[in-house]
């Protein structure tokens, strides 16, 4: 604007008309072209350098996600891996950055709440303190709608028991909550589960005079969920979420068969190999295994 020339003068504006015009400190326009000329050097880190550098932590990022056998993991499993693994003692913000950086953090978001609807907890201190159940329900080819049901232990988030069905009703939702009774009880008799809870939502499954009946037959007691509020049967919710993220999203099922086949091995690797982070970073089975070595009380 200084360099234009006034059709009244013939003259260039100048700097001094143009600033006092604008209200502009000429020393804020003098400067701001001098940054401009010389841009800043780019900022350098602070303190001692790193023993692993942002390349070959990138590198150590991206070989323990290839090698992982859940596709989508975040940052905190992948630090914990890690400084496991590899003997990488490097900060989780960090690896978080390095992710963040190169598009490698997981594509799996979800928005979180804030209304406060439910302030308790659902997880247990022991196990078989409580399991949590739930259904949903995936598209096949051949024939048409099919039920997933699952029950999860509460305490190490495991997968005790599944079950994959064309009709989702009350037998079928009994159905992984038997499968977790036979391989943690040793039976399915009268009362072989006293003491043990299920956390369940208001299903018309769920609520029905059978299933109430059968499962106070094992000596289990019921405990729902508050209505509109899935949070409060988070554990199975959120097992739910990551068998759809794992498996069933982005792949085509033809049948009921082909469904518990992949719905089968999944449970089987994610309770050897997925990470709990409130387990410390350890998988399912392997909290179980150290729960069962601990000293006698």
Known sequence: ????????TGTPYGVERVCATWDLPRST?????????????PGKRRGPSPLISDEDLLALVEADLAS?????????????????????????KRVLRIMRDNHL??????????DGAH???ITTLVPNDM???????????????????VAVEHWNAECVGWHVAKKGDRYAALEPIAMGL????????????RGLTVRMDNGTQYVSDHFRNQVRFWGIETSYAFVE?????????????????????????????????????????YNAQWLVEKLGFVSPRRARELYALRPAA
């Open 29 to 41: 326009l003098y400067a701001r072209r001098a940054r401009e000329a010389t841009p800043p050097a």
């Open 105 to 114: 953090l997981s594509p799996h978001r979800a928005r979180r709440s804030n």
């Open 182 to 193: 036979r391989d943690i009880y040793g039976g399915l008799g009268c009362d072989v589960a």
């Open 1 to 8: 604007m200084s360099a234009v020339t006034s059709l009244a």
């Open 131 to 149: 399991w949590g159940t739930d259904g949903a329900r995936v598209e096949t080819v051949e024939q048409g709608l099919v039920w997933v049901f």
């Open 68 to 92: 992982s056998p859940f596709p989508g993991e975040g940052h905190r499993k992948v630090w914990a891996r890690l400084r496991v693994r590899d003997n990488a003692r490097v900060a989780r």
């Open 119 to 121: 302030d308790g907890t």
């Open 229 to 269: 509020q899935p949070q409060t049967n988070g554990v199975a919710e959120r097992f739910i979420r990551t068998l759809k993220e794992q498996v069933i999203h982005g792949r085509v099922f033809q049948n009921v068969e082909q469904l518990r086949e992949a719905v089968a091995a999944f449970a089987e690797l």
